[in-house]
């Protein structure tokens, strides 16, 4: 088995890395990649020094399976020639999400649309993987019609300019900005460039995405997206109108049995789900805050947590693979 990361210094590409060795995926030989400026350098993975190497490089080794967390540019360039040397492209960023020819998945939701000649498979965005994992049993229960989100993103999901960003404001020193802002001690209502009709693309991607995912046109979805000076996991306030009355503690057992969902619902106790205490490298996605919209028929509302490296990002992706390999459409 071949593998080949995409962008393996970045940090979700390292969380890749960190998440094959965990889970133990079967990787015979390791081809990270980077930018030109990287390439040359050892990567030490799996009790092994490994060549970084440029993605040319990558595509004559001819690997299995390629995970991409390079930016869209780059997936767009890259994945369409490593899918012809016969790799089956896994890619983290949002070039593939809305082809109508390119599976959208989360294995615990929508892995069964997966297909053996599938060779571009999209990860979705990290804010919507978390958001329909606890709205995939609701929708089949109960049938959900409408949506309304508000995020709470950390800085971790722009990269490693951000994080250094918000360091250096939190300790008084200049520095490189990430945003046109301060983030520390800030609040920031845009994530990604502003479309024609005033959402930000980082919100319509959570539109789109949530309803293809789920595959169901007629779901209505509304995203304010929102960065915080957080690290540990994105946040999100979630509003769900279902199509027939809802029984609370029903619907907290059915949470509690869908894979990779974990209920943290206890206001007695103060119990609820928080991305630095709970999620933080964690694969899980935390739900609470679990009570009906008293102002709405048949709405309930609840806070979901994840960190977006993980399930957010590399867990996901991952786990795509080890659905490839567990059909025998990967060696191993």
């Keep these: 088995m071949k ?14 890395l960190a998440v094959l060795a965990e889970r133990r995926f079967p990787v015979d030989e390791l081809i990270p990649v980077a930018s030109e400026r990287s390439a040359g350098r050892a990567l030490e993975w799996g009790g092994k020094s490994w060549e ?23 997936s767009l360039e890259w994945a369409p020639r490593f899918a012809e040397a016969g790799c089956v492209v896994v890619d983290n960023s949002s070039a593939w999400r809305m082809d109508p020819h390119k599976k959208l998945v989360v294995p ?20 919507t993987i978390q958001m329909v994992m606890v709205l995939k049993p609701l929708h089949d229960r109960y049938g959900v019609r409408r949506v309304v ?18 360091m250096n404001e939190r300790a008084g020193l200049e520095g490189p900005m990430a945003y ?40 209505a979805v509304t995203a304010t997206a929102v960065r915080v000076p957080v690290m540990g996991g994105h946040s999100e306030s979630v509003n769900i109108e279902l199509a027939s009355p809802p029984d609370l503690e029903e619907v907290r057992q059915l949470l509690g049995a869908m894979p990779g969902v ?43 947590v994840s960190d977006n490296l993980r399930k957010g990002a590399a867990t996901n992706a991952v786990q795509i693979a080890e659905q490839l390999l567990l059909r025998g459409w990967l060696p191993g």
């Design 180 to 219: 046109r802002y301060p983030i520390d001690l800030n609040l920031i209502p845009q994530i990604d460039v502003f479309m024609a009709n005033g959402y930000t693309k980082e919100e319509m991607k959570m539109i789109l995405e949530t309803r293809k995912i789920l595959g169901d046109q007629s779901i």
């Design 3 to 16: 593998v080949t990361v995409v962008g393996a210094t970045g940090l979700v590409g390292t969380r890749m």
């Design 108 to 127: 615990e939701v929508n892995g069964d649309v997966l297909e053996a000649g599938d060779r571009i498979i999209a990860n979705p965005n990290c804010s």
């Design 52 to 74: 970084v190497v440029t993605p040319d490089r990558a595509v004559e080794a001819r690997p299995h399976l390629a995970l991409f967390s390079a930016g869209g540019s780059t």
């Design 262 to 304: 974990i209920v943290l619902d206890n206001p007695d106790a103060f119990e609820y789900p928080m991305p630095g205490i709970h999620a933080h490298e964690r694969d899980e996605v935390f739900v609470g805050r679990i009570r009906l919209d008293e102002s709405r028929p048949n709405s309930i509302n609840c806070w979901i």
């Design 149 to 166: 989100v508000s995020t709470y993103q950390s800085v971790t999901g722009t990269g490693k300019a951000a994080v250094d960003q918000l």
